[in-house]
């Protein structure tokens, strides 16, 4: 158990609908990372947030956006799904800004039908 | 951007031999970290190793960062070693992500 929990673990939706997906990081890590692994494109870094503050972006569509709260969780909201947005979404967390150790959470799989 | 190359992409073992891994990448990094996939989907952390080798277990690291390449050695392999292995890299003086390779299939077999 790496500490990090996501939220829900399956998700199964239709095409055009908007989902949330949610992460806590592990206690005392201040940095949160969201990434996507599709069957096309594998493991891919989206967005991190450092203590409230988005600090780099990657291939993260239009479509998507990202928060962390003061309680240092954050969502990841998904709108206009596609049937491309099906993957695996994983967070993970790590104590500094940069450099660190990611610990990963379980992943949400999200399906698009 | 940074290019990971892990290799071999699939590799079958019978239970109990040894196996290496090796991860490639292109620029400097300040962060490699190696992970497994399970069946069931969930990255676990193997090592965080930016240079320098480590052990835990049957399981040990090496990383070259002068010559960019990283080693993972599994030895005495078992069934539940099966899964992906994945090298990921964050490049040094960039933006904080990690830039994972397309990984290691392995297979072990009774």
């Known amino acids: 158990d790496s500490g990090v929990t996501q939220t829900p673990k399956h998700l199964i939706t239709a095409t055009g609908q908007r989902v949330t997906l949610r992460c806590s990081p592990r206690?005392?890590?201040?940095?949160v990372y969201w990434y996507q692994q599709s069957l096309d494109q594998g493991l891919q870094f989206l967005i991190q947030?450092?203590?409230?503050?988005?600090?780099a972006k990657g291939n993260i569509l239009e479509r998507f956006s990202a928060q962390q709260f003061p309680d240092l969780h954050s969502e990841l909201n998904l709108s206009s799904l596609e049937l491309g947005d099906s993957a695996l979404y994983f967070c993970?967390?790590?104590?500094?800004?940069?450099?660190?150790?990611?610990?990963f959470g379980p992943g949400t799989r999200l399906t698009v039908t | 951007g940074i290019q990971v190359e892990q290799s071999p992409p699939d590799l079958i073992l019978q239970e109990g031999a040894n196996s290496t891994l090796r991860c490639n990448f292109s620029d400097s990094v300040n962060n490699l970290q190696w992970f497994h996939q399970n069946p069931w989907g969930q990255l676990i952390n193997l090592f965080y190793i930016p240079s320098g080798t480590k052990q835990n277990g049957r399981l040990s690291a090496t990383t070259v960062a002068t010559e960019r390449y990283s080693l993972l050695y599994i030895s005495s392999s078992q069934t539940t070693d099966s899964g992906v292995y994945f090298c990921?890299?964050?490049?040094?003086?960039?933006?904080?992500?990690?830039?994972f390779g397309t990984g290691t299939r392995l297979q072990v077999t009774l």
């Open positions: 990921a890299v964050e490049r040094f003086g960039t933006a904080s992500k990690l830039t």
């Open positions: 993970a967390s790590s104590v500094q800004q940069g450099g660190g150790e990611q610990y």
């Open positions: 947030y450092y203590n409230g503050e988005e600090r």
């Open positions: 206690s005392g890590d201040l940095s």
